[in-house]
């Protein structure tokens, strides 16, 4: 099978990049694999992610620029459809057309065609659209959307990504062959409000874990991009000041980029933590900061699937979590695991309070290990892979 992986970028840090790269590569292993990216050529960077190692074909690709009169003809019915007109399959297919205007759309259709594959995938919602509005115009056999962040993330956060356009990702989605999503969560919540069937696969650990962590070291880990509210940064700070007034022992490391970074920097200061509380950068190395950790705390106000969860557990990480969706699916009734309400500060000092002063964290160790060890293996996962493509 010919295989091509349409991407806004495969050459730097992120979670859909890491995922991207390890299920391209295990396809290239029997399929011939091309990603087509939107990054930068200057990015290039094939020792990221192994991309060096696989027989994976990288391809460049860049929409032009829309000149002023597709900008003045096109604009003004998108900002329309978003806020005043009804929406129904005419105005969407209107809006497909205002939003993706027809240079970019032949140039997409161009480039797609000339290698003929059997498979294409649209990595993320916005580019699996433009493929649903160009799909009866491709040459390929089968044309998938690959869901990286939740249905709460797309259509019901303020702001949410897709803000106004859950009609439009309804009616343009039906025409994709299949749609996957990372959880069955998602796939109810597809179903049950827009009448989409999808097809769920987990996203696989994109690390191999070179040791266990520290129980001993007294730290609370916490990983992710710096981006406003999404990992909920500034409410892992709070609670962690709050747990300060009872423990004078443990520390927080916060590894990541982003910009919220100097808001969160800023913070640590107003709370007073700045020697208790440290923000690292993002790192090839991120093994290094799992092994030195004795717990992770995923304190995100969503998630479609976090991968730095899997990651930590791979380490034997004890894991405090928010009890969003995702999370509820994967680990409401693991001994290893404790869920915090949602953006509650004070249930979050409660819960590292409750771990800090635990003589069981080696168990709740030894259980994680063991759970990562059977969960979200590659094997399983390629599997599922492999079903939707050659079925």
Not at 95 to 124: A, C, W
Request: charged share 25%; net charge positive.
């Amino acid at each position: 099978m010919k295989i091509c992986f349409f991407c806004d970028s495969i050459f730097s840090i992120g979670g859909v990049q890491k995922v991207l790269a390890v299920i391209a590569i295990e396809l290239s292993k029997v399929h011939d694999v091309t990603i087509l990216t939107m990054d930068d050529v200057s990015a290039k960077d094939l020792n990221m992610y192994s991309l060096k190692e696989s027989n994976i074909h990288i391809k460049f690709f860049n929409f032009t620029e829309t000149n002023n009169w597709d900008y003045f003809t096109h604009a003004p019915f998108s900002g329309a459809y978003k806020k005043f007109l009804i929406h129904n399959r005419f105005t969407s297919y209107l809006y497909s057309l205002s939003s993706f205007p027809r240079k970019r759309r032949m140039q997409l259709i161009r480039i797609l065609n000339e290698e003929n594959y059997d498979i294409i995938i649209g990595v993320h919602a916005f580019l699996s659209i433009k493929l649903a509005t160009i799909r009866k115009k491709l040459n390929t056999k089968k044309v998938i959307g690959w869901m990286h962040n939740s249905y709460q993330a797309f259509f019901e956060n303020n702001p949410a990504y897709l803000d106004g356009l859950k009609s439009h990702f309804k009616f343009q989605m039906n025409k994709l062959n299949d749609i996957i999503v990372l959880t069955k969560t998602d796939a109810e919540l597809y179903k049950k409000n827009l009448g989409l069937e999808t097809k769920v696969i987990y996203n696989p650990v994109t690390i191999t874990a070179s040791g266990i962590c520290n129980i001993e070291s007294k730290t609370f880990l916490s990983v992710g991009r710096m981006s406003y509210k999404h990992k909920g940064f500034d409410i892992l700070i709070k609670a962690f000041t709050l747990f300060c007034k009872s423990n004078k022992d443990w520390k927080l490391n916060i590894v990541g980029d982003g910009p919220e970074k100097e808001n969160l920097e800023q913070l640590i200061k107003n709370c007073k933590m700045e020697e208790r509380i440290k923000i690292f950068p993002f790192t090839q190395d991120i093994q290094k900061y799992y092994s030195e950790a004795s717990v992770y705390i995923l304190s995100s106000r969503w998630e479609g699937f976090p991968l730095v969860l899997m990651e930590a557990l791979s380490f034997g990480l004890p894991i405090i979590a928010s009890d969003i969706p995702v999370c509820k699916e994967l680990l409401d009734d693991k001994s290893f695991c404790v869920l915090f309400k949602n953006e509650d500060i004070n249930a979050l000092a409660m819960n590292m309070l409750l771990y800090a002063k635990s003589e069981s964290l080696r168990i709740y160790s030894d259980k994680a290990l063991a759970f990562v060890k059977h969960e979200n293996n590659i094997q399983s996962i390629m599997f599922n892979w492999e079903k939707i493509i050659n079925n």
